[in-house]
């Protein structure tokens, strides 16, 4: 047996200065928005033509005047990702893009993908980003509250808010870009984080019942260990997965696996040194569950 | 939990082969039309536009407005009310009416039987609000008053803008409603949508007009500039003829001039006042106006009587044609604006199909390895069931004709990967119970229902995810969702009904010898 309980000090500071620092991360540095929640144009192009790189793109770009450009490799040599801001919001902005490329390298410029997200659509779908969000750690503080005592709840919720904001600072931290996908990815990390603590806790549980004797320190420490084997071994299937996505699936999901990785990752500690500790410094006893199921 | 009754056994043969079946019509083709079901690719995938119009009803608003200050003067006027200095702005009316009259006037907009001021009983709502200002009475659209135009104009705005796609001749458009003010346009297939956007760029409001002899910019008169060329015309703001005249437009090469024009024919009502106006107008230019811009403004040589003409206007073949199309389909009530475009190609929807394939085998193979090296033949089973799985996941999505998207891939690959967590979580629980529990049988039965609140937990959890997911997500998320949230009943069927009926089938082959999980 391992002795996880040994270390729930040492990692509860861990986690407490994880949260701080991601949260000072993204008040001060702030998360890189990408254009469905800024606004703006993406174009992603292929070319073959030799005359095409970065930084003749780049030219061409600053040449049209439209204000901050960014220019980068895309996945291979032939791809390129240009990101600009639709300042003045014209109407054609795309046509008159595609016909200075021409104009300067020839037809020899594909648009494999060009997305255009206007400044109110911006605006509503990072509303809805974090409606969902809101929503979806709503929905599992309720659901768990049914399920089970309200300490239960507030350490699985703990858990919740620490791998989602563990996961977006880390994202502030590297710079990552933020997109729709990327809020697709933490719902579903919110929903992983769950399902692991939650597979613990049922175990704390039946423990509880089965041990009057047993502080919680210790029997937390037990419920690890039984559901040990388990959580690494789903751990591990999951991360093959998203590992799988991640080398082979594109570059359109990269940060989508990127951010389930990390996610995947920080709910699998967080299921062990957070919604567990909480039990523990809530000194949940046999009496803690009893009460609650003589109620009913 | 052990225990599987014959009925039971066929029932989940019955619904596991025809969900095979079903997942296979992707692969070949069936001719029973029932079997015919594809599972629809999203636009990232085979390519093609998503665009998000909104409906600019401003315009609108101002003309019911404009029109409604000459029906309140007029309707008031009927009851010796005099009502003054109306000012329209801000979609707002304001105007004056002398203070004995002003609660009569306020009474008649708040009747529930006004004839002005329409009352909708269910909304309990007037169509206009009314509301003192300074020494003005002001008039708007009230909340309801406001949705009820707007769902109209969007209802107009859609029927056009069908027609026009149509006409275009892309296939399987899907335009929908969005909200009251918004359309929703997916072109699948279409890697270029210029010629689309230019023509729903267009209100297409046509109109034939004199132009005016009276160089002034005065009441009567407007000036307006040439749509191509330099230069400008005054033109009279009475409409002889509509675009609502035109029967029908086609594009025509002249053979007299070899010149592209667009012949139209006009309905009753406009041939007839086409053929006064240019029987009165001979020597008159009539102008052909487009939203705002003069087209052209011929000289009139001849009375035209039949209700058929041509306009030209130097136009080349396409853009004939696209003005025809136009016509022909009709104007938008507003002018709409595209407000989100998400266009991929053919070639990266086919890479991305690739990719996402590539990483579904490579992650699935890898998973598999895992389970076996991990747990034998407990390994084959929980692999069998999975695959199982995969296919059943496919035949619901194609039972459902669902949209697979890219992430929706990534959903599936997702799936993969966390489906073996039923198996594993029943799997460690019977292996705890083998120690304590001698009888084989008892400890595989209370291994499995022991579990099974952890596994419901557990999935639950991750479809609530998966439905707000599809509540609040667009496009490609929401395939997401579909894949993740299909996924997790298909991993329920597939560990409860099928790696539960081989591990009984095992264990009861294997009666004698020891079993390791």
């Known amino acids: 047996m391992i002795s996880f309980n040994k270390y729930y000090n040492q990692f509860n500071i861990l986690s407490i200065s994880l949260v701080v620092i991601s949260l000072l991360f993204l008040i001060f540095k702030g998360l890189n928005f990408g254009i469905d929640f800024k606004g703006g144009i993406l174009i992603e192009l292929r070319s073959t033509d030799s005359k095409v790189n970065v930084s003749s793109l780049r030219d061409r770009f600053n040449q049209m005047d439209l204000g901050d450009v960014s220019v980068k490799k895309f996945g291979n040599e032939t791809d390129y990702l240009i990101k600009f801001e639709n300042k003045d919001n014209k109407k054609n902005i795309i046509e008159e893009v595609k016909k200075s490329l021409d104009k300067s390298f020839g037809n020899n410029i594909d648009f494999r993908r060009v997305e255009n997200v206007g400044p109110k659509v911006s605006a509503e779908l990072l509303n809805s980003g974090i409606i969902a969000i809101s929503v979806a750690l709503a929905l599992m503080l309720i659901y768990i509250w049914i399920r089970f005592e309200w300490q239960f709840s507030l350490g699985a919720i703990c858990a919740l808010f620490h791998d989602v904001i563990v996961t977006l600072g880390l994202f502030s931290l590297l710079g990552l870009e933020i997109n729709l996908s990327i809020i697709a990815a933490v719902l579903t990390i919110v929903g992983y984080s769950m399902n692991d603590t939650v597979v613990i806790f049922d175990r704390v549980r039946e423990n509880l019942r089965k041990y009057a004797d047993i502080k919680i320190f210790e029997l937390t420490n037990i419920s690890i260990n039984e559901t040990l084997s388990r959580t690494l071994i789903t751990s591990i299937t999951t991360l093959l997965a998203l590992v799988s996505i991640f080398i082979f699936g594109g570059e359109i999901l990269k940060g989508f696996s990127l951010a389930m990785i990390f996610g995947v990752i920080f709910g699998t500690y967080s299921s062990i040194y957070i919604a567990n500790t909480i039990l523990v410094r809530l000194n949940v006893s046999q009496k803690t569950i009893l009460k609650d199921e003589e109620k009913n | 939990m052990l225990y599987f009754s014959k009925l039971k056994i066929i029932f989940i043969l019955i619904i596991s082969l025809f969900l095979i079946l079903i997942a296979s019509s992707n692969l070949f083709k069936f001719d029973n039309s029932f079997l015919k079901r594809n599972i629809n690719l999203g636009l990232d995938l085979q390519g093609g536009s998503y665009l998000l119009l909104e409906i600019d009803n401003k315009p609108v608003i101002e003309q019911k407005l404009q029109n409604l200050t000459i029906t309140l003067r007029d309707y008031f006027k009927g009851k010796n009310i005099k009502l003054v200095n109306f000012i329209l702005q801000n979609e707002k009316i304001l105007f004056k009416v002398n203070d004995k009259d002003k609660q009569k006037v306020l009474d008649i907009f708040n009747d529930k039987e006004s004839e002005i001021n329409p009352y909708y009983e269910r909304f309990k709502s007037h169509q206009l609000e009314i509301a003192e200002e300074n020494d003005f009475l002001s008039v708007i659209f009230?909340?309801?008053?406001?949705?009820?135009?707007?769902?109209?104009?969007?209802?107009?705005?859609?029927?056009?803008?069908?027609?026009?796609?149509?006409?275009?001749?892309?296939?399987?458009?899907?335009?929908?409603?969005?909200?009251?003010?918004?359309?929703?346009?997916?072109?699948?297939?279409?890697?270029?949508?210029?010629?689309?956007?230019?023509?729903?760029?267009?209100?297409?409001?046509?109109?034939?007009?004199?132009?005016?002899?009276?160089?002034?910019?005065?009441?009567?008169?407007?000036?307006?500039?040439?749509?191509?060329?330099?230069?400008?015309?005054?033109?009279?703001?009475?409409?002889?003829?509509?675009?609502?005249?035109?029967?029908?437009?086609?594009?025509?090469?002249?053979?007299?001039?070899?010149?592209?024009?667009?012949?139209?024919?006009?309905?009753?009502?406009?041939?007839?006042?086409?053929?006064?106006?240019?029987?009165?107008?001979?020597?008159?230019?009539?102008?052909?106006?487009?939203?705002?811009?003069?087209?052209?403004?011929?000289?009139?040589?001849?009375?035209?009587?039949?209700?058929?003409?041509?306009?030209?206007?130097?136009?080349?073949?396409?853009?004939?044609?696209?003005?025809?199309?136009?016509?022909?389909?009709?104007?938008?009530?507003?002018?709409?604006?595209?407000?989100?475009?998400?266009?991929?190609?053919?070639?990266?929807?086919?890479?991305?199909?690739?990719?996402?394939?590539?990483?579904?085998?490579?992650?699935?193979?890898?998973?598999?390895?895992?389970?076996?090296?991990?747990?034998?033949?407990?390994?084959?089973?929980?692999?069998?069931?999975?695959?199982?799985?995969?296919?059943?996941?496919?035949?619901?999505?194609?039972?459902?004709?669902?949209?697979?998207?890219?992430?929706?891939?990534?959903?599936?690959?997702?799936?993969?990967?966390?489906?073996?967590?039923?198996?594993?979580?029943?799997?460690?629980?019977?292996?705890?119970?083998?120690?304590?529990?001698?009888?084989?049988?008892?400890?595989?039965?209370?291994?499995?229902?022991?579990?099974?609140?952890?596994?419901?937990?557990?999935?639950?959890?991750?479809?609530?995810?998966?439905?707000?997911?599809?509540?609040?997500?667009?496009?490609?998320?929401?395939?997401?969702?579909?894949?993740?949230?299909?996924?997790?009943?298909?991993?329920?069927?597939s560990v409860y009904f099928i790696a539960r009926l081989l591990t009984v089938l095992y264990i009861s082959k294997n009666k004698d010898k020891e079993v390791v999980i």
Do not use: C, H, W
């Open chain 2, 142 to 493: 009230s909340k309801q008053g406001l949705v009820k135009l707007k769902t109209s104009s969007q209802e107009q705005a859609l029927e056009i803008v069908r027609r026009r796609i149509d006409e275009v001749g892309t296939n399987e458009p899907n335009i929908l409603k969005r909200g009251n003010d918004r359309i929703l346009v997916e072109l699948p297939g279409l890697d270029d949508p210029m010629r689309v956007k230019t023509l729903l760029g267009k209100t297409a409001n046509l109109t034939f007009r004199f132009v005016s002899n009276n160089n002034e910019d005065s009441f009567g008169n407007e000036k307006l500039n040439y749509e191509d060329e330099e230069g400008s015309e005054f033109v009279s703001k009475r409409i002889i003829l509509s675009g609502d005249n035109l029967l029908d437009a086609q594009p025509r090469m002249d053979s007299e001039t070899n010149e592209t024009v667009v012949t139209f024919s006009l309905d009753r009502v406009g041939a007839k006042r086409f053929g006064k106006a240019t029987s009165k107008g001979i020597g008159r230019q009539l102008a052909i106006i487009l939203d705002g811009k003069i087209i052209s403004a011929p000289v009139i040589q001849d009375t035209i009587a039949g209700g058929s003409g041509q306009i030209t206007g130097g136009f080349t073949f396409q853009s004939a044609t696209d003005l025809a199309l136009l016509l022909r389909s009709g104007a938008l009530p507003a002018p709409l604006n595209i407000i989100e475009e998400r266009t991929v190609g053919p070639s990266l929807g086919q890479d991305s199909i690739d990719a996402g394939i590539i990483a579904l085998v490579i992650g699935f193979v890898l998973v598999i390895v895992f389970i076996i090296v991990k747990y034998k033949i407990f390994g084959i089973i929980t692999n069998t069931a999975l695959i199982i799985n995969l296919i059943l996941l496919v035949g619901v999505l194609t039972l459902f004709e669902a949209t697979l998207t890219l992430p929706g891939i990534a959903g599936i690959i997702l799936t993969v990967g966390m489906a073996v967590d039923a198996n594993v979580l029943i799997f460690e629980r019977i292996r705890e119970e083998l120690k304590n529990e001698k009888n084989r049988l008892i400890a595989f039965d209370s291994g499995y229902s022991k579990s099974k609140t952890a596994i419901l937990d557990a999935n639950i959890t991750t479809l609530l995810a998966a439905i707000i997911l599809f509540f609040m997500g667009s496009g490609p998320i929401k395939g997401f969702s579909i894949t993740l949230g299909v996924g997790i009943f298909t991993t329920l069927f």
